[in-house]
Structure formats: structure tokens, C-alpha cells
């Protein structure tokens, strides 16, 4: 089959396969297959850039960085809604309605906590997507849009049309990438709302391509254009079109259907994978709509019921400090036991001492309890009315709760540490940290078993563990513990050997580094060996990876040889596993420096494919380098390659190389 058919076939049948996933949440490929057709058209159009489709899935990963968004106004202002609280206010509404002698027929839709964009179709093919802005103008970030898998890049029609909806981020994302953020010492994100603007708002769109943002689109522009009615209609054309719309959205009728939908839609909030934090209720007929009319700022056909706020009051009993496995104190509101949506809570995280400050709390206070992107209780402040001057102030502690060394603080970290490697909950949370599912998942052995062992004496190290095998009898004496599950907890430790690299160089600790950065270095370098052997300036040509992480490395493995030894003699598998390393003579560990403008591929989609067979791209030219990359309107790096001797590789050269790729 020629090039180009294949492309188009590909194209379509990645786009489909996509739409059964994201969209229906129907898959119908595996994710190997999906993975083995992507390279398959990767690779094509890396040799036929003249047939890349617009609609091609390679898109989603994200094109080239830009360093500001450009500003576009709305061809039809992005409207906001006006919000009702209460059934009283509900009733308002509708009566208003009834007033322009319309009987109302309601939709009755969730109000998705994230933030409104527009996407215009050309010819059925996505050509822009705009944040909502201040209603007028938003933001191009049409790149940061491709990524995300469940906006359709073609619909099934070739047509000219503007659609809106919500940007958002699942529950358990959020939780994920606040999990990684803490592990590299950034704040965390508050909501998914915020994470859903940041991520959105990402400069790189690979970094939003990573953030899995996803999408439900609620509302057709123009919808006469299409000889469509109503409301409700249009939400059955839009999904028609490809776009993912929300299931639970229904034709209510009266505003006893919206009271009813809006009880249904409490009960099952919690189970929702997404937040939402109230109900919209739209007037269906779009003739109508028109003769209602709209506010500077509102539609008048249309309404957001809000939740009453998930907030409730307890008593702050304590603030007691915590000292994680890199030595970080964080303070810990001790509550009294309460109930917030459907969950008991009796302790929360304050974070650091700034915070327990900005927040005024003394202990004995009763304090406010929410909880952010509905599932980390958070203590959102004191209520003063309520103290009576018993109250005791916060006061941060100055040596460690564990073993007594003074604190310190690192430049102008907000976080205390303590700095003592030797302290016993900085151990202890080193090997919980260990056997975590993140890192060498060793189930069976949960943080009271490991804090256990730790007292006992039985496992001081992270060597240790894999000597427990030896130990078994006195383990037996040990209360709690059957021979079986015994047993079972000796075979998954043993088990744990072949976790691979990636799994292994999270779990050993290594400051900054998340799990999601150890696999990007896994992938790079295949192996631990050749990780060791790297420089700062080396680590920094990797992206993902800046200055002062490299430097964590570096240092890491200085100050670590002996251990690595140790671990590799007791059988630990240090390769990655599962996939195989691709590499090239002319391109595997050489480095590269990119100039100019070649026809038919981004800087990044060059860099992604050089670094895809573990080439090296850095930005100056120095007598390190091995090959420069000359397209039109090269700068001044072509001219220090030229003095320096340096191999160049002109524009048909890198393209001939890269067509002999496999
Ligand atoms: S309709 C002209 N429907 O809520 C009507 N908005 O507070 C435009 N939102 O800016 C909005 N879910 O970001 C509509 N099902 C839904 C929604 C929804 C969430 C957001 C939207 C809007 C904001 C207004």
C-alpha cells in the first residue's frame, strides 16, 4: 500500500480508537496496538511530512512551545451564569420565565467545576481553541487543547462550527500529580479547578499533554445554521459530531424535574470521578431563549444552582509535626473526629508553619474543615468568635520531634528540615517509601508492619529486607503474623528484585526525584550504570530535568556507590524493563545542536526523535559537540560550527537519515 493511504488509514482508524476510549468509554484496541499503530505513523510521517494529516493523532503529544498565548476576541461573548442558592430562588427563576408568557421546559445539566473554552471547526477539522477569558477576549492555546484526547481533531462532518464547554481535570489526577509535586517539593494544587487553568494555561504543551485533561462540551453556536431547535437537540447533534457530552445532562420538563434532578445530583456527587459543584437549568427551546433575552453578563434563559458549600466546623485539639524520609516537618491538625462528605476526619495536613501564620490557628479553636478538589480535608481557618481565651498560640518547634537536632531551613524554602540522615522517622519513612506502590510495591507490607520491623531491629536498611528470608523462625515468634502471610510478604519481597529500574531509582530516594521523573531517566538511559556515568551538563540536556535536580543526582550517586553495589549483589535488577532501547550509530549518545528552520518538522519534533534513539540536544555550539543541524536561516551557531570543525547536517542529510530510521 502506498505511503499516504497507509497514513490516512492510520490516521483513522488511531482517531477512531480514541473516540472509543475517551469519548465512549468503549475501548476497542489494546493499549499495545494503539502504541504499535502510533509508531507505525509516526515513523511515515516522519519520512512523508508532505502527508501529515491535520487530523493526526501525533498531535496530541504536544507540538512546539510558544512563549506567550495570543489574545482572541470571541466572535460572541462568552457568557457567564447568573447563580440561585436555595428552591425559593429556583422558583424566581422560573416564574421570571413564566412572566414573558413562556411555559418553561427545563435541561437540567451538571455544573462542572473547570474552566469554559470555545473550538472552532473549519471544515470539520479543529483550527483553534480559546479560553473563556474575561468573556470578551480569552487566549489562543489551541496547542494545549489538541492534547487533550477526548476534543475531537476531525468531527464526522465537514463543517463550519463554534462549540463550548468545560475543560477539566478527574478527581484522581489531581491526586497524582499532587502526589508527584510533593515528592519534588512543590506546592501542591489546591483544586481541580486550578490544576485544570494551570495545566491549560502551560506554555509547553507537552507538560499539559501529561496533565490528562478532559472535556464535556455543552453548548452549539448558531444552532439554526443546522436546523436544530432545541437545546437538548443540540446536545444529541454535538455528540453526533464526536464531541464527548455529558450523560447525565436530561430533559427535566417543569421545575419540579429540576428539584428533582438537583436531589439526584447531590446524592451522587461524591461518585462522580469529576467535581461539580451545582446544577445548570436551561430554558430547551432556542427560539425562546432569544424572546427571554439576556444581562450585560448572564443569559436569562438559564441558571446555575450552586451546592451549599461542603464545610464543616470542629475543634483544632493539637498541631503535632511529622517528619517525612527527606527530613521535611509538617505540622498535622489533630481534630476532633468529624463527618464531611461521607468521610471521617481527624487530622489534616497544615502543610508548613507559614500556613498555620496566614491561617491564625491557636490550638483549642474551632476551625473550618473543607475539603480542596473534594478529597483532601483541608483546614480553611478559625472561626475567633468562638474562642474564649484558652486558646493556646502555634508555636514551631526548632529541634526534631524524633531526635533532637536543631531544624534547619534551606534558602528561602518555606519548610523546615530536619537534617539528621540518621534520624529514625527519616529511616522509617525511607523504607515505607520503599515498599510503597509507586515505588517497589511489595504488598503485605504496610507502614505499622515496616515501622514494626524498624523497632524490632529487623530492618534498619533497605538491604535488609531482602535478609528477612533468613530470619523466618524469629520472625514467627513475633505475634500477628501467620507463617502463610508470612510466606507471602518473604515471596513479594523476593518478587519486588525484578521491579526494574525506573521503580528502583524512585524508591531509593533521591531528592526531587517523583516517579514519573525516574521513568523519564529509566527510559533515557536504560540502565543504572549508564546513568552513574552521567554529568550535570549532561543530565540537564534531558527535558524534565533542570540544574539543581541534575545536581541531586550527581550528588546521589557520588555518595551512593557502595549501596548501588550492595543492591545490585543482592540480585536487584537495575535494567528498565519492558521495552527495548532504540538506538542508531549516528545518533545514540551523540550531541546535537539544532539552527535554522527545517521544512516540514518543529525543533521539538526533532529533538523528540533524536532523543527517541538517546540523543543528546542542547542549545550552544561547543567543541563537545558532535553534529549541527543546519536549516534555513541558520544563526550564529552555524558559523561557531563551521570555525570549530564540526560535523553539519544540512536539511536533505538529516532527512535521509531520519527516513533510514526504523
Ligand atoms: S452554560 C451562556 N453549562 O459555569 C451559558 N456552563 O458560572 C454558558 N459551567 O462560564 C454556560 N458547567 O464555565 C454551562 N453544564 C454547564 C456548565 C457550565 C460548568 C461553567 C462555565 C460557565 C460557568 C458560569
Known sequence: MDAQKRITELTNILNEASYRYYVLDDPTLTDQEYDKYLRELINLETKYPEYLK???????????????????????????????????????FDAKIKKEGITPEYVCEY????????????NGILVQGITRGDGIT????????????????????????????????????????????????????????????GSLRQLDPKIAAQRELDTFIYYLMEPEKFGIKTHYEALQFLKELGFKTNPASALVGNVAGVLKYINEAQKVRDKLSYDIDGVVMKHNNFLEQQEIGYTAKYPKWATAYKFPAQEVLTKLKDIIFTVGRTGRITPNAILEPVILMGSTISRATLHNADYVISK??????????????????????????????????????????????????????????????????????????????????????GEEIVEELYNLGFVKRIPDF???????????????????????????????????LARVLFAIGISGIGSKTAKV????????????????????????????????????????????????????????VGSERKTNEL?????????????????????????????????????NTDVVIVGDAPGSKYDKALSLNITIWDEPKLKEIFASLH
Open 466 to 500: 531482602y535478609s528477612l528470608k533468613d530470619k523466618k523462625d524469629q520472625l514467627l515468634e513475633f505475634d500477628g503474623y501467620g507463617e502463610q502471610s508470612i510466606n507471602k510478604i518473604l515471596e513479594n519481597i523476593e518478587a519486588s528484585k525484578q521491579s526494574g
Open 521 to 576: 531517566l529509566a527510559h533515557h538511559f536504560g540502565n543504572i550504570d549508564l546513568l552513574m556515568n552521567q554529568t550535570v551538563e549532561d543530565l540537564e540536556k534531558i527535558s524534565d530535568i533542570g540544574e539543581t535536580l541534575a545536581t541531586n543526582i550527581v550528588n546521589y550517586f557520588q555518595e551512593h556507590k557502595d549501596f548501588i553495589t550492595e543492591l545490585k549483589n543482592i540480585g536487584i535488577n537495575m535494567n528498565e
Open 360 to 445: 491564625n490557628l491557636k490550638i483549642g479553636d474551632i476551625v473550618s474543615i473543607k475539603k480542596a478538589g473534594d478529597v483532601i480535608p483541608a483546614v480553611t481557618g478559625a472561626v475567633i468568635e468562638r474562642r474564649d481565651g484558652t486558646e493556646k498560640d502555634f508555636q514551631m518547634i526548632s529541634v526534631c520531634p524524633m531526635c533532637d537536632t536543631p531544624l534547619i531551613k534551606k534558602n528561602d524554602q518555606v519548610d523546615y528540615f530536619c537534617p539528621n540522615t540518621s534520624c529514625p522517622a527519616r529511616k522509617i519513612n525511607s523504607l515505607i517509601h520503599y515498599v510503597s506502590r509507586d515505588a517497589m510495591n511489595i504488598e503485605g507490607l
Open 138 to 197: 480569552g487566549e489562543d492555546v489551541t496547542g494545549n487543547i489538541k492534547t487533550i484526547k477526548s476534543v475531537p481533531l476531525k468531527l464526522t462532518q465537514p463543517i463550519d462550527v463554534e462549540v463550548r464547554g468545560e475543560v477539566f481535570m478527574h478527581k484522581e489526577t489531581l491526586q497524582k500529580l499532587n502526589k508527584e509535586r510533593e515528592e519534588q517539593l512543590l506546592p501542591v494544587l489546591a483544586n481541580v479547578r486550578n490544576a485544570a487553568a
Open 587 to 623: 545518533i545514540t549518545n551523540k550531541k546535537f545542536v539544532i539552527t535554522g528552520t527545517i521544512n516540514g518538522y518543529t525543533r521539538n519534533e526533532i529533538k523528540d526523535i533524536l532523543e527517541s534513539y538517546d540523543g543528546i540536544v542542547s542549545e550552544s555550539v561547543s567543541k
Open 54 to 92: 491535520p487530523d493526526s493523532p501525533s498531535q496530541r503529544v504536544g507540538g512546539t512551545a510558544v512563549d506567550k498565548f495570543n489574545k482572541v476576541t470571541h466572535k460572541i461573548p462568552m457568557l457567564s451564569l447568573a447563580n440561585v442558592f436555595n428552591e425559593a430562588e429556583i422558583k424566581d
Open 111 to 122: 455544573k462542572i467545576d473547570g474552566l469554559s473554552i470555545s473550538l472552532i471547526y473549519e
